[in-house]
């Protein structure tokens, strides 16, 4: 259990039985959750629920890959992919294997899972393989299927082990196929982890390097603001957009942001995808600290996988040696104070500081004070995020209703996420906060309970935004209820 949890009473002294004690921001975040509870209707039962994302998913199989949304993404992205398989793993741990297996199919050479694995045959997205040329201008890329040269956060681990988890609820023959698995592809999963950690620590400050904003998985987040207006846009091929023949317009980056979001693109081809290269030229390179929170509490996972599963103790070894350094990289980006991190631009040599979820990367991998960790959990669940009175449901919007920065229906600007939902709730019952786990459960069922599985949703109205029938909010959903 951990001690941020067990401190219920003054003076951190256990309170008495049926008496729980709340701080301001937890009364806050308990006040919208009572108040959302008698504003909104029941929706589809859970059963109902699961058996519609369950729908969805098959719906969206190309066969050996899932697509992350049938119009907008109709191609294989790698987080997607990952959350995918953790809701593919309470249906069928089989299906989930084989999701994981394509993803790792295309793996470069050098250890990197590359943002999308392109469905042959399939068109209707831009950048597509043409844009990229990875397979003819990188020479770690792999011969096939066709990639992007980017990669995106390294939750990977935490897919492994929800299968595994399922696995052990079948018989034999099912607990093989999962162990088979990790037999299989454990060298895989330690060269992917290897290059984050070797690759994307230029610096060796303890945090992974991005050279794309589409690499933190959080496109157009006010994070990025300062790091992308640095970037003069020179002689970039035309290009025409589809992402916006789908989605409204005001709901995804604009123009200028996908001039900027393509020159980056037309940089890495320009040095061949090479990691040395990379660090380098390109205009682009910010230390992300929730990908580096990512990348700590994944390699924390799969060293223990590691433990349970008797892999080779060097690994095992040099994994918790990763995650105790990229997590020590994280806590030195802290306020000393709130606990909330910071990203850093190396090419502006400053420190970013927003108010969005990257603020909380800190309770993802553990490692603060404990009472600066029980301060960011009170700014978690306070007015500034959870606990805003006029959300609709008690969930963390992308970006701070608070902030500046805030759009409500834009992007990564302000909407809530499912999946993000789905992560932190996940990593608080990880680290023994049952109730704080709970409640994001229960608000994230009641958002998904109009059965759009949407991309995203606005805070305030609840109103689905996006791509429907995206792929991982329908896995998170059966996550949830399985």
């Given amino acids: 259990m951990d001690t941020a949890e067990q401190v219920t009473g003054p003076d951190h002294a256990p309170a008495a039985a049926g008496v729980r004690h709340a701080t301001p921001g ?22 109902q629920l699961a058996a519609r994302a369950s729908y969805l998913l098959r719906g969206n199989d190309l066969g050996t890959m899932t697509s ?3 119009k907008l993404y109709p ?3 790698s987080w997607d992919a990952a959350f995918v398989a953790v809701g593919l793993a309470p249906l069928s741990v089989e299906r989930a294997v084989v999701e994981l297996d394509t993803l790792l199919s295309a793996q470069w050479r050098n250890g990197m899972i590359p943002h999308i694995v392109f469905a042959n045959g399939v068109d209707g997205y831009f950048p597509g393989p043409s844009r990229w040329e990875c397979r003819r201008l990188a020479t770690n890329a792999p011969a096939g299927p066709d990639t992007s040269g980017i990669t995106q956060p390294p939750v990977h681990a935490i897919a492994v082990q929800r299968i595994l988890d399922h696995s052990r609820r079948h018989g034999r023959t099912t607990r093989a196929v999962a162990a088979e698995f990790l037999d299989r592809r454990w060298v895989d999963l330690m060269r992917w982890h290897r290059w984050l950690a070797h690759a994307r620590d230029p610096k060796q400050h303890g945090r992974i390097t991005l050279y794309h904003g589409w690499e933190s998985g959080m496109d157009n987040s006010p994070r990025w603001d300062r790091a992308y207006a640095n970037v003069v846009v020179g002689d970039l091929p035309p290009y025409r957009r589809a992402d916006i023949d789908v989605v409204d317009p005001a709901q995804r980056p604009s ?5 900027r979001y393509l020159w980056l693109v037309e940089q890495m081809r320009r040095c061949g995808y090479d990691d040395f290269q990379l660090a380098s030229t390109m205009s682009f390179a910010v230390e992300d600290v929730f990908v580096t929170a990512v990348f700590a509490l994944a390699c924390e996972v799969l060293a223990g996988i590691g433990e349970d599963y008797r892999m080779p103790h060097a690994d095992v070894r040099e994994l918790y040696e990763w995650a105790d350094y990229f997590r020590a990289g994280v806590i030195a980006t802290a306020d000393p104070r709130s606990g909330a991190a910071r990203d850093f631009d190396l090419r502006a040599d400053e420190w970013i500081g927003t108010e969005t979820l990257a603020m909380f990367a800190p309770l993802l991998c553990g490692g603060l004070p404990r009472a600066t960790e029980r301060s960011l959990l009170r700014l978690f669940e306070g007015p500034r995020f959870c606990g805003h009175p006029d959300l609709r449901y008690a969930l963390p919007p992308s970006t701070s209703p608070v902030s500046k ?3 409500p229906r834009e992007y990564w600007r302000g909407p809530v996420w499912p999946v993000m939902s789905w992560l932190f709730s996940w990593v608080f019952a990880r680290r023994g906060w049952a109730e704080r786990s709970f409640m994001l ?3 994230g069922l009641r958002q998904a309970g109009d059965g759009s599985f949407a991309e995203y949703y606005d805070p305030f109205t609840g109103d689905p935004l996006g791509s429907m029938q995206q792929s991982w909010t329908a896995a998170a959903v059966l996550d949830w209820l399985g």
């Fill in 75 to 77: 191609h294989m992205w």
């Fill in 255 to 259: 123009d200028r942001e996908y001039d």
């Fill in 26 to 47: 937890r009364r806050a975040y308990l006040k919208v959750t009572s108040q959302n509870r008698e504003m909104n209707g029941p929706g589809f039962t859970p059963t």
């Fill in 405 to 407: 920065d805030f759009r």
């Fill in 68 to 70: 992350a949304a049938p």
């Fill in 441 to 443: 459960r229960a608000e």
